[in-house]
Each structure stands twice: as structure tokens, then as C-alpha cells.
């Protein structure tokens, strides 16, 4: 399943290497200490690792830990707090008390309100609705285990949250248990709870009803 459009990413060389897109996630803390270098005038080391374009708009309250690479024209909302090991693209919104740690968020990504987004991948134009949360440990302990159509994948991680393609939508309340993948344009209702695929162009309803979409 093709998830994402790597012309709206900073992260794009480290996600198009030929791995699976999760296994990014255990090099981003690396790949970001090696871009920051790269990254031009138009980029201000506010602390020890930490660059965010002169565009950006960042809350007097936001937290941000290194390393993070914030792009230009997003913007940081009130409680923001960046974990670290964090790329945010152009024109992203990580908003009121959302925690994003060990993730990459593309170009126009939005999560607006009172959410988690741990070791995970959003894609442009996704979007979280409030409350949406990534969970990225089993409760067993055990590696996470993507669920696919085809096959299931033991990808050896223990933390490991969701891959949500671009345009998806999260509705409000709903959680992305580890290892899930949502598929470009795909929507997912309030309050559901995911544990496997989402197909592209689909609803996944709160019952765990999974439909096509013709019309998107």
C-alpha cells in the first residue's frame, strides 16, 4: 500500500531507502542530528538541536526537545510538547496539549487538539480530530505486530504507533492501537478503536465495519 507523497517531507531520503516506513522511525533520531546542518539560513537553532524556520509561529508556552526540526509556516498551539526525535513539515498544526514524540509529520499535517502521536508517521494533509491518540505499546509487552490484508508483519519494535496516510481523517476520541496503518484519503468515525488496516479510500466504522469509499 502506498501511504505517502515524499515530495511533502523533509524526511523524504530517510523514508525513500528502500525500507518498510516504520522501520524510519528506530534512524529518526539520527537522521535528524545529520539534517539539521543542511537545513539553511532560513532556520534558527532556538536550543541545542532544536530548528524551527523563521515562518513557524510557536506558543510562548510550547516545549520543545531536541532533536526537532519544525518547517516553515507551521505552528505550535498553546501546551504544544515536542519529546523529541520529531521532524514537523510546512504548514503543520500540532495544537492545544498535544504530545508528538519519535515522529514525522508531513507538510499541512493538523492535529488541533488533546492528543498523543507517538512513534508514528502522519502524512500531508492528515488530520486528528480532538482527542485522536496513537497508542504505541502492547499491553503484553510483546513487538508490535502489523496487521495487513496480505500478511502479518512481526516488526521486532516495541514501541510502535500508526501509519496514517495522506488525507486520512481521525475522528475525535477515536484511537490507533500499535501497528496500525490507515490508507490515503480513508476516514476513521469517532470513538472507534483500530487494530488492523485500514484500506485506502475507506470508513472504519465505530463497530470495526470496514467499507469502501467510491466517491473519494
Known sequence: MELFSLEHTAAAELLNDGSIPYEALARL????????HSLGDEYIEVSPLVYIHKSAKISS?????????IGAG??????????????IGKNAVVGNSVEVKNS???DEAEVPH?????DSILGYRAH?????????????K?????????????????????????????????VLNPGT??????????????????PERCIHKQDGTIVKEESR
Open 29 to 36: 533520531d539520527d537522521f535528524i542530528r545529520s539534517k539539521i
Open 61 to 69: 508556552n510550547a516545549v520543545i526537545l531536541p532533536p526537532a526540526i
Open 74 to 87: 507551521s505552528e505550535l498551539r498553546t501546551g504544544a510538547f515536542i519529546r523529541g526525535s520529531v521532524i
Open 104 to 106: 514525522i509529520l508531513f
Open 114 to 118: 488533546l492528543s498523543y502521536i507517538g
Open 128 to 140: 486528528f480530530g480532538a482527542g485522536a491518540m496513537t497508542s504505541n505499546v502492547r499491553s503484553d
Open 142 to 174: 510483546a513487538p508490535v505486530i502489523i496487521h495487513l490484508s496480505e500478511e502479518n508483519i512481526n516488526t521486532g519494535m516495541m514501541k510502535l504507533g500508526a501509519l496514517v496516510g495522506d488525507y486520512a481523517e481521525i475522528g475525535c476520541n477515536a
Open 181 to 198: 496503518v490507515i490508507g490515503r484519503y480513508s476516514r476513521v468515525y469517532p470513538l472507534s478503536s483500530v487494530r488492523k488496516e485500514v
